[in-house]
Antibody
């Protein structure tokens, strides 16, 4: 059974960089034809796709966040990571990592981690 | 930045049938598959329907999906108390070159 777990600071100051890591267990991040994705959800609101990465390192980002987002993968640690720069209060949300099947749907999700942007 | 429109709420009594709509455009639902996710309070979303009307293993056949043109719908038949959750539709958007999600529908079991 594949499991994903997000980790990182729960509080980030405005203008700084948000950094999160997703650790994959129960299977190799390199096996199969999967993308690995980050999705966020502000409190009481809907889901927003941030971006995705293939194990080759190929990435796709939401155009609205593209200038501030970097997603990377470390296959040796079975992890992939998110960096979001120049954060503001609008970036406060629960951040989820998820596995993408057939480039289309999310079958395994992390439990989510709340990141608050505040001084 | 939800591109797909859903009603904010839906409700029914136990045993009833509830339908949730999802409206999009030609760049998303009109030309790509639709997916549905169930999000129980305080938990991560769970895949409910993929490729318009397919159920993953373990999802009860009380849940069914359909698509017509630029709209889709999720039906829950034989409503149960454990179905009380938020439901989101999703589809790939060719203009965004990425997935878009619906605004979400909160289902209440009366």
């Amino acid at each position: 059974q594949v499991q994903l777990q997000e980790s990182g600071p729960g509080l980030v100051k405005p203008s700084q960089t948000l950094s999160l890591t997703c650790t994959v267990s129960g299977g190799s991040i390199s096996s199969g034809s999967y993308y690995w994705s980050w999705i966020r959800q502000p409190a009481g609101k809907g889901l927003e796709w941030i971006g995705r990465i293939y194990t080759s390192g190929s990435t796709n980002y939401n155009p609205s966040l593209k200038s501030r987002v970097t997603i990377s993968v470390d296959t040796s640690k079975n992890q992939f990571s998110l960096k979001l720069s120049s954060v503001t209060a609008a970036d406060t949300a629960v951040y989820y990592c998820a596995r993408v099947v057939s480039s289309s749907w999310y079958d395994y999700w992390g439990q989510g981690t709340l990141v608050t942007v505040s001084s | 930045q939800s591109v797909l429109t859903q009603p904010p709420s839906a409700s029914g009594t136990p045993g009833q049938r509830v339908t949730i709509s999802c409206s999009g455009s030609s760049s998303n639902i009109g030309s790509n598959y639709v997916y549905w996710y169930q999000q129980l309070p305080g938990t991560a979303p769970k895949l409910l329907i993929y490729r318009n009307n397919q159920r993953p293993s373990g999802v009860p056949d009380r849940f069914s999906g359909s698509k017509s043109g630029t709209s889709a719908s999720l039906a829950i038949s034989g409503l149960r108390s454990e179905d009380e959750a938020d439901y989101y539709c999703a589809a790939w958007d060719d203009s965004l070159s990425g997935p878009v999600f619906g605004t979400g529908t909160k289902v209440t079991v009366l």
